[in-house]
Nanobody, 121 residues
């Protein structure tokens, strides 16, 4: 089974930056996606990058977040700049996207407990 190891996150003030990383093993030519879930809110697809490098972003993060990948390291990154308090959430990395992925990542925490990102005003 695919395993994902996340790192990064933490607490910053509004306007600050954080970077999340996600490494997949075993070696896999994987798509990546980042989801987030704030307390009392639904799981939200934040950004995704295909194995071919095609990226997408939620409207709420466009222009502030950048997703990238290092295929040699089987790692994806989410650079988060100009952070806002509403970005506060648990962020989950997943090897793709879709309804089943949402359930696995956010509900079942299949690939881990996620990473807390807290932005204070």
């Amino acid at each position: 089974a695919v395993q994902l190891v996340q790192s990064g996150g933490g607490s910053v003030q509004a306007g600050g930056s954080l970077q999340l990383s996600c490494t997949v093993s075993p070696d896999d030519d994987s798509d990546f996606a980042w989801y987030r879930q704030a307390p009392g809110s639904e799981c939200e697809l934040v950004s995704s990058i295909s194995r071919d490098g095609v990226t997408s972003y939620a409207d709420s993060v466009k222009g502030r977040f950048t997703i990238s990948q290092d295929s040699a390291k089987n790692t994806a990154y989410l650079q988060m700049d100009s952070l806002k308090p509403e970005d506060t959430a648990v962020y989950y990395c997943a090897p793709g996207w879709g309804p089943k992925i949402v359930t696995l990542a956010c509900v079942l925490n299949y690939w881990g407990q996620g990473t807390q990102v807290s932005v204070s005003s």
